[in-house]
């Protein structure tokens, strides 16, 4: 019997559909047909089809060893990985698609960098200058824009202004 068959024998004694183990396990459906049907293509590799197979065993509470050995012995690739396959995974991929992904993740990453680098200059210049462009000082200290718009804000709308203290005065005080 095949990995395949097993694998749907024992999911039909589980009285359980593809659905359900496709729930359990977190495989799409179509891989779990495909694999009933021992059709691997659609699971990326020797090294996702072990492991498909191992969490469809379990799921169905089968023992994956026997399955995984059978795989290896007669469906796992025996090739071994070189420099080219891991540089160029798809050999029928046009020669440039790789560079042009490379440069539309640079151009990406520039903009972000762009837009980070304009935030923070604005937000830098909106901090150190007053609506006219000039520094705000108040009593030796630096105010923000922020600042000072709220302080003009407020300044004859109910709010209580500092008053100055007194200088030898020899009236009393103001309750």
């Known amino acids: 019997m095949s990995i395949g068959a097993a694998l ?19 495989i799409r459906e179509t891989i779990v047909r495909g694999i009933e049907r021992d059709d691997y ?8 089809a072990r492991g498909h197979i191992r969490a469809i065993a379990h799921a169905l509470k089968a023992d994956p060893g026997p399955l995984i050995q059978e795989y290896d012995a007669t469906l796992r690739t025996t090739e071994e990985i070189t420099e080219t396959v891991v540089l160029h995974p798809d050999p029928d991929a ?4 790789l560079e042009r992904h490379r440069v539309v993740w640079i151009a990406a990453l520039g903009l972000i960098v762009l837009a980070i680098l304009g935030w923070a200059v604005y937000h830098f210049a909106s901090a150190t200058a007053a609506p006219g462009g000039a520094v705000v000082a108040e009593a030796g200290h630096a105010v923000t824009h922020h600042q000072a718009r709220a302080a003009a804000r407020n300044a004859g ?6 008053v100055p203290a007194a200088t030898h005065s020899t009236a009393a005080p103001v309750p």
């Open 8 to 26: 749907a024998d024992a999911r039909r004694r589980s009285g359980l559909t593809v659905g359900e183990v496709s729930r359990r396990t977190r």
């Open 41 to 48: 293509s659609a699971c990326g590799g020797d090294f996702y």
């Open 94 to 97: 046009p020669a440039g698609t």
């Open 157 to 162: 709308h109910g709010m209580p202004r500092p």
